[in-house]
């Protein structure tokens, strides 16, 4: 069976709906292409919204840092004092906080790749001309891709046959665990946006003679 069939049935087996079907299909080398695919589509159109809706731009992941950051808090903080005062523990007090650092976690690496805020060894890099400053950063969004793809990939394939086997998350009666790992897939393609944002950057900064590497800050704008 041709990588080409392969892709092809993972494109049946995800308009039938059906979680066994997915996870059988997504197991095959086939589910590189339709993940690139769905890295570079998904990752332009997320671009093209955060151009259109600036607020958008400035604030989704941020609001998905705080708001899960705030969930795992409280949770704790109410669990503690329920068990230590009253002897009661809710069964998936410790189950989910877990799952919600992990959606934290993965939204907030998306933004700080957007503040350029991973290790880019900017001191070197400044040193350098302009067109070996540019060739670096080309490098850097080719591989930040790649990772993205990957991630989806592997990230898709974990989540379908989560979903096909009917993973009940820890503690709960009808939670499944998939629907929080299905975050992981959608947070590297927001990843992918900001890589392709920034080298749309990179791009312009270069025809316009502007500084290419500057200094990032973490938590700056």
Known sequence: MSIWTEAGQ???ATL???AWEMSQAFRTEGAWIIGTL???IGGLVVMAIYRRVPWVDRHLER????WSYLLIAAIIFVEVLRRFILSQQEPWSTTVPPFLFLIMTW???AYNVRLRTHLSFAEFRMNMPRRGQLACLTLDAALWFVFCVIVVVTSA???ANSAANFQILLGTDNVLQWWFLVTVPIAFILMAARVFENYRDDLENYKSGAPLVEQ??????
């Open 38 to 40: 769905v890295t570079l």
């Open 16 to 18: 039938s709906n059906d």
């Open 107 to 109: 939204f907030g690496c």
């Open 63 to 66: 609001t998905v840092m705080v």
């Open 157 to 159: 394939r974990v989540t």
């Open 216 to 221: 990032s800050v973490i938590g700056g704008d």
């Open 10 to 12: 993972i494109i049946s």
